[in-house]
């Protein structure tokens, strides 16, 4: 049972290369783990293992396998003594007819053991099971792994013999599978397992790459065939190669990550080239021929110190030849009639105004149960409209109203037709281009941030204001007709869209509260305004966990449901400065016990304490104690001093200790009881304006 290191490549057609990465992870860790499970691998830490993907192949490297597994000892449960038994205590033909099947006989019966399985005794059969030999292991293995790909979309294609067919997402053309240098007999997709492999399309040095053993597989791949397998090794090796050129020309390349790893699939061996195109094309907006340079050729354009794009580009190749001019040249070629593309489809959507095509927007649907976007338009300007207003009189309000007229105009130009990505940032360029303030121009591009998370915000505070009313009608609306995010569907990016107004509230600490905002969208329904009010909340707790807040902390300051978000911040920094107290464990834990006795009491209000009816020392202390506090941290909290406020409160401890340790709450005499109820439920009221502390008990 000597280990040796195992390298499994599948040769194929080129993969799709924005599922290439997770295809070579998952059938890399799927192979593993089946090994594993098998108890081929004993000891063995992923983290040793290595995943190779490249357009043409999946492969994977695992340290120190076994030949074969070792044999185990397992017990496995036959069925209950009273079945398997008769009075006698012989084995019974339903016993019989168990053992059989698992290739034993009543010669076994006297060594079967009982033990009791739940409330009945059950016989159980203790044998030595066989442990599972490299093939058969790593045939389950590729079997369960080729089952278990993120494929995209299965082909269907025939084997050479002509009649059979198998199903993958490329046709397979090879199959490798060393254990050390020799070949394990697998086989899958109709192809047995060797040693031989194919490298790149058109610069290797060899048809056949014979792979001597496991080890040797990265090297030969580099050396005999032109191939770095492993995609974080090419794409590093990308990255170099651009940063390299770029600094050449004193210039930067654009940093997309998700545009290096789409190169990264396309490529075996990468050779970074600078192309150039007309300076001419730079008249048109840098994100126009960004966007098409980078969607439909892969280009890395390059900027220069200011950010500003250049008419030079990089060129990720798959071969190296001696004179490159070739490859450069068709690029170049290539690229030249998409600008051209773009420089039309600007030159043409700037002849018309941007406010006429607000018309047209009546015929473009937007939902078939909510009307057309015209419709959508007239709804998010008298939001709009109302949030400016509130944040910034008169003036704000005409412009937020004029940017949401013209907000989704673009929708009907050529450029954002051919490219809905810049949606809102060709609103900007037209409406400059028309004439209009700065201010309305960015509103009309930023109403559409924060577009993902860590997204800027809208720059000024008519986008702000646009922004909110877009993202509130959108999640009003869709409330409204029940198209609420299930699971992990969200086909209208719901939860983008509330966290896009916890993120302005919060960090533009804007004076709106969630029931006016939900008034402004002209939410009427109670199911639905509870509702949208819960997904928010939950989306704020969801929030504030990833910024590293503690599950006690964020539910302490969201169970409360303050009205106005940005107050959030300050309340979860007092909660963290109160915590760090030495009374805050005790407080919190009596604040926790006062809450579960007003639950039980089902005392909602807050009660004026009559002092003549306090008879116990401990109940009087507690009396004054609140009556000199409570005022204090009450000023705090109204002035904003969350933390100030909660801090005063600890001076409660010693009395409510007493409290608790002397007097009883639920007292024969009813007066008398409902005095003490009514003292605890100021205590409570006092204690859990900035938070509610009890959620910090253990």
């Known amino acids: 049972m000597a280990s040796q ?5 599948l040769f194929v057609e080129e993969l799709p290369p924005k599922a290439l990465k997770k295809l070579g992870e998952a059938f890399a860790d799927a192979i593993f783990n089946s090994l594993e499970k098998a108890q081929l691998v004993p000891g063995a830490e992923i983290t040793g293992t290595q995943a190779f993907a490249s357009p043409r192949r999946l492969a994977v490297f695992i340290p120190n396998v076994l030949s074969k597994a070792g044999d185990r000892p397992v017990s496995q449960k036959l069925m209950p003594s009273a079945v398997g038994l008769d009075a006698n205590g012989l084995a019974t033909p339903a016993l019989l007819k168990k053992l059989a099947g698992m290739g034993a006989d009543a010669s076994v019966v006297p060594q079967l053991k009982r033990a009791m399985d739940g ?20 045939q389950m ?5 080729l089952a278990k790909l993120p494929i995209p979309k299965v082909m269907t294609y025939q084997l050479a013999n002509g009649w059979d067919s198998v199903q993958f997402v490329r046709p397979a053309h090879g199959l490798a599978a060393l254990h050390g240098a020799d070949i394990v007999p697998v086989s899958v997709l109709g192809m047995n397992a060797g040693r031989e492999t194919q490298g790149h399309r058109f610069e290797a040095s060899v048809p056949k790459i014979v792979l001597k053993d496991a080890d040797s597989y990265e090297a030969q791949m580099e050396n005999e065939g032109a191939v770095i397998a492993a995609f974080a090794a090419r794409r590093a090796e990308i990255a170099r190669q651009l940063a390299a050129a770029a600094a050449k020309e004193n210039l930067k390349p654009i940093e997309d990550d998700a545009l290096l790893d789409e190169v990264t699939a396309l490529v075996e061996r990468p050779n970074v080239l600078v192309g150039t195109f007309e300076k001419e094309f730079l008249e048109v907006p840098q994100e126009c021929l960004i966007l098409t340079m980078k969607a439909n050729q892969k280009y ?27 490859v450069i040249g068709g690029n170049e070629r290539v690229v030249r009639p998409r600008l051209a593309d773009a420089k039309f489809f600007f030159d043409k959507d700037r002849k018309q105004p941007l406010d006429s095509r607000v018309l047209g927007l009546s015929k473009v649907v937007y939902h078939n149960k909510l009307g057309t976007q015209g419709d959508r338009v007239q709804r998010v300007q008298g939001v709009a409209s109302s949030i400016a207003t509130k944040l910034g009189g008169d003036k704000l309000a005409r412009q937020a109203d004029q940017a949401a007229l013209l907000a989704k105009a673009d929708l009907l130009t050529d450029m954002v037709g051919e490219f809905p990505e810049l949606q809102g940032i060709m609103g900007r360029y037209y409406a400059q281009h028309d004439g209009l303030s700065d201010e309305i121009a960015f509103a009309i591009e930023d109403h559409y941030k924060p577009r993902f998370a860590g997204d800027e915000l809208p720059r000024n505070m008519a986008g702000v204001s646009l922004a909110l009313a877009d993202k509130l009608v959108t999640l009003a609306d869709m409330f409204g007709i029940g198209e609420v995010p299930t699971g992990d569907k969200d086909p209208f990016a719901l939860r983008r869209h509330a966290l896009g107004v916890i993120r302005m509230l919060i960090e533009r600490d804007l004076p709106l509260e969630l029931d006016w905002l939900f008034h402004a969208v002209r939410l009427a329904d109670a ?7 819960d997904f928010i909340y939950e989306r704020l707790a969801g929030n504030l966990r990833e910024q590293g807040y503690s599950a006690q902390e964020v539910d302490a300051v969201v169970s409360l449901r303050s009205q106005r978000l940005g107050d959030v911040p300050k309340r979860l920094a007092a909660v963290r400065a109160f915590t760090a107290l030495p009374e805050a464990i005790a407080l ?42 409570a005022p204090r941290a009450d000023a705090a909290f109204k002035a904003g001093d969350y933390t100030g406020s909660l801090q005063a409160l600890a001076a409660l401890r010693a009395p409510v200790d007493a409290f608790f340790d002397k007097v009883m709450v639920n007292v024969e005499d009813t007066a008398l009881r409902a005095n003490r109820l009514a003292l605890l439920s100021q205590l409570h009221q006092a204690m859990n304006r900035v938070a509610d502390i009890s959620r910090l008990a253990a």
């Open 588 to 629: 919190a834990a009596a604040n926790k016990r006062v809450g579960n006795i007003l639950r039980k009491e089902g005392i909602t209000t807050v009660d004026a304490v009559n002092s003549k009816l306090l008879k116990e020392s401990a109940e009087q202390t507690l009396h004054q104690a609140l009556s000199q506090i």
């Open 300 to 326: 890395f354009p390059l900027l220069d110190s200011k950010g500003k794009l250049t008419n030079k580009f990089l060129i990720v190749s798959n071969i190296r030849p001696a004179d490159a001019s070739l």
């Open 5 to 9: 290191n195992l390298l499994v490549e």
């Open 527 to 533: 199911r639905i305004i509870t509702a949208l009010s």
């Open 141 to 145: 293995a590729l079997d369960e792994a």
């Open 119 to 138: 409330k009945a005794e059950a016989l159980f059969y203790d044998s030595m099971m066989k442990g599972a030999t490299l093939a058969q292991g790593l």
